[in-house]
Protein backbone atom coordinates (compact mmCIF):
# COMPACT_ATOMS: atom_id res chain seq x y z
CA UNK A 1 0.00 0.00 0.00
CA UNK A 2 1.52 3.83 -0.79
CA UNK A 3 0.66 6.85 0.90
CA UNK A 4 -0.45 9.32 -1.15
CA UNK A 5 1.28 12.54 -0.22
CA UNK A 6 0.07 16.08 -1.13
CA UNK A 7 2.47 19.03 -1.27
CA UNK A 8 2.42 21.34 1.62
CA UNK A 9 2.44 24.64 0.29
CA UNK A 10 2.60 27.95 2.44
CA UNK A 11 -1.04 28.84 1.18
CA UNK A 12 -2.40 25.45 2.53
CA UNK A 13 -0.19 25.95 5.77
CA UNK A 14 -1.69 29.51 6.81
CA UNK A 15 -5.36 28.41 5.73
CA UNK A 16 -4.84 25.22 8.26
CA UNK A 17 -2.99 27.80 10.90
CA UNK A 18 -6.00 30.73 9.94
CA UNK A 19 -9.14 27.71 10.49
CA UNK A 20 -7.55 26.59 13.72
CA UNK A 21 -7.68 29.94 14.92
CA UNK A 22 -10.89 30.64 13.90
CA UNK A 23 -12.13 27.50 15.49
CA UNK A 24 -10.52 28.27 18.80
CA UNK A 25 -12.50 31.60 18.84
CA UNK A 26 -15.90 30.35 17.83
CA UNK A 27 -15.84 28.32 20.96
CA UNK A 28 -14.37 30.82 22.91
CA UNK A 29 -17.39 32.95 22.22
CA UNK A 30 -19.64 30.24 22.78
CA UNK A 31 -18.41 30.15 26.32
CA UNK A 32 -18.32 33.93 26.31
CA UNK A 33 -22.33 33.83 25.53
CA UNK A 34 -23.23 31.28 28.10
CA UNK A 35 -21.55 33.35 30.57
CA UNK A 36 -23.73 36.08 29.46
CA UNK A 37 -27.12 34.47 29.43
CA UNK A 38 -25.79 32.36 32.64
CA UNK A 39 -25.22 35.67 34.27
CA UNK A 40 -28.07 37.46 32.57
CA UNK A 41 -31.13 34.63 34.06
CA UNK A 42 -29.34 35.21 37.58
CA UNK A 43 -29.97 38.80 37.25
CA UNK A 44 -26.24 40.04 37.22
CA UNK A 45 -26.15 40.96 33.32
CA UNK A 46 -24.75 44.27 34.74
CA UNK A 47 -21.61 42.87 36.44
CA UNK A 48 -19.33 43.76 33.60
CA UNK A 49 -20.76 47.74 34.65
CA UNK A 50 -20.15 47.09 38.18
CA UNK A 51 -17.13 45.07 38.44
CA UNK A 52 -15.33 45.52 35.16
CA UNK A 53 -11.94 43.76 36.56
CA UNK A 54 -14.22 40.58 38.15
CA UNK A 55 -16.01 40.53 35.03
CA UNK A 56 -13.02 40.77 32.80
CA UNK A 57 -11.17 37.45 35.00
CA UNK A 58 -14.45 35.62 34.73
CA UNK A 59 -15.22 35.82 30.80
CA UNK A 60 -11.76 34.78 30.41
CA UNK A 61 -11.89 31.56 32.56
CA UNK A 62 -15.25 31.20 30.72
CA UNK A 63 -13.42 31.35 27.34
CA UNK A 64 -10.68 29.38 28.24
CA UNK A 65 -12.04 26.02 29.49
CA UNK A 66 -14.43 25.03 26.35
CA UNK A 67 -11.18 26.37 24.42
CA UNK A 68 -8.93 24.48 26.38
CA UNK A 69 -11.88 21.25 25.55
CA UNK A 70 -11.64 21.71 22.28
CA UNK A 71 -8.15 22.27 21.67
CA UNK A 72 -7.36 19.27 23.93
CA UNK A 73 -10.34 16.95 22.43
CA UNK A 74 -11.22 17.97 19.32
CA UNK A 75 -7.79 18.98 17.66
CA UNK A 76 -5.87 16.30 19.48
CA UNK A 77 -3.35 18.78 20.65
CA UNK A 78 -1.54 17.95 24.15
CA UNK A 79 -1.21 18.98 27.08
CA UNK A 80 1.68 21.36 26.80
CA UNK A 81 -0.16 22.97 23.88
CA UNK A 82 -3.68 23.05 25.72
CA UNK A 83 -1.98 24.32 28.80
CA UNK A 84 0.01 27.29 26.86
CA UNK A 85 -2.51 28.71 25.11
CA UNK A 86 -4.59 28.69 28.16
CA UNK A 87 -1.93 30.83 29.61
CA UNK A 88 -1.81 33.09 26.62
CA UNK A 89 -5.58 34.10 27.32
CA UNK A 90 -5.37 34.66 30.87
CA UNK A 91 -1.93 36.22 31.88
CA UNK A 92 -2.61 39.16 29.74
CA UNK A 93 -5.83 39.54 31.49
CA UNK A 94 -4.72 39.20 34.72
CA UNK A 95 -1.63 41.62 34.49
CA UNK A 96 -4.59 44.03 33.28
CA UNK A 97 -6.49 43.76 35.88
CA UNK A 98 -3.87 44.36 38.24
CA UNK A 99 -3.22 47.64 36.30
CA UNK A 100 -6.47 48.51 36.50
CA UNK A 101 -7.17 47.54 39.84
CA UNK A 102 -4.31 49.92 41.56
CA UNK A 103 -5.63 52.42 39.20
CA UNK A 104 -3.09 52.94 36.50
CA UNK A 105 -6.09 52.55 34.31
CA UNK A 106 -9.51 53.45 34.65
CA UNK A 107 -11.50 50.52 35.63
CA UNK A 108 -13.57 49.92 32.59
CA UNK A 109 -9.88 49.34 30.62
CA UNK A 110 -10.30 46.04 32.25
CA UNK A 111 -13.06 44.87 29.97
CA UNK A 112 -12.04 46.78 27.36
CA UNK A 113 -8.64 45.45 26.31
CA UNK A 114 -8.68 42.25 27.52
CA UNK A 115 -9.71 40.57 24.72
CA UNK A 116 -7.39 42.48 22.25
CA UNK A 117 -4.71 41.44 24.37
CA UNK A 118 -5.89 38.15 24.37
CA UNK A 119 -6.12 37.97 20.78
CA UNK A 120 -2.70 39.23 20.22
CA UNK A 121 -1.51 36.33 22.89
CA UNK A 122 -3.07 33.78 21.26
CA UNK A 123 -1.89 34.26 17.59
CA UNK A 124 1.89 34.78 19.58
CA UNK A 125 1.56 31.40 20.92
CA UNK A 126 0.28 30.28 18.05
CA UNK A 127 2.76 32.05 15.70
CA UNK A 128 5.43 30.34 17.57
CA UNK A 129 4.40 26.88 17.67
CA UNK A 130 3.72 27.45 13.59
CA UNK A 131 4.11 23.81 12.93
CA UNK A 132 2.20 22.64 15.77
CA UNK A 133 -1.13 24.72 14.20
CA UNK A 134 -0.68 24.95 10.85
CA UNK A 135 -0.18 21.04 10.42
CA UNK A 136 -3.36 18.92 9.49
CA UNK A 137 -3.17 16.41 12.66
CA UNK A 138 -1.61 16.62 15.98
CA UNK A 139 -1.77 13.94 17.90
CA UNK A 140 -2.54 10.90 15.60
CA UNK A 141 0.31 9.63 12.66
CA UNK A 142 -0.59 7.11 10.10
CA UNK A 143 2.32 5.29 8.81
CA UNK A 144 2.10 2.63 6.19
CA UNK A 145 4.55 -0.80 6.01
CA UNK A 146 6.40 1.19 3.34
CA UNK A 147 7.09 4.16 5.26
CA UNK A 148 7.98 2.27 8.17
CA UNK A 149 10.85 0.75 5.93
CA UNK A 150 11.55 3.98 4.88
CA UNK A 151 12.34 5.31 7.97
CA UNK A 152 14.37 2.62 9.18
CA UNK A 153 16.22 2.59 6.32
CA UNK A 154 16.73 6.57 6.84
CA UNK A 155 17.65 6.10 10.39
CA UNK A 156 20.27 3.38 9.10
CA UNK A 157 22.01 5.35 6.77
CA UNK A 158 21.15 3.22 3.44
CA UNK A 159 18.71 5.35 1.56
CA UNK A 160 20.56 6.25 -1.29
CA UNK A 161 18.91 9.58 -2.79
Not at 50 to 61: T, V, W
Request: glycine share 10%; hydrophobic share 55%; aromatic share 10%.
Amino acid sequence: MAAVIRPETGLRKSMRFTWHFIQMYIVMGAGMAALAIGLGLLGYGNLGKRLPEFYALFMAISMVIPMAAWMRFRMGHGWSRTTEMSAAMIIPTGVLVVICSVGILPHAAALAWSMPLMTVAMLGDMGYRWRDYAQHQHGVVTVSVRTEHAVGAIMRGRLES
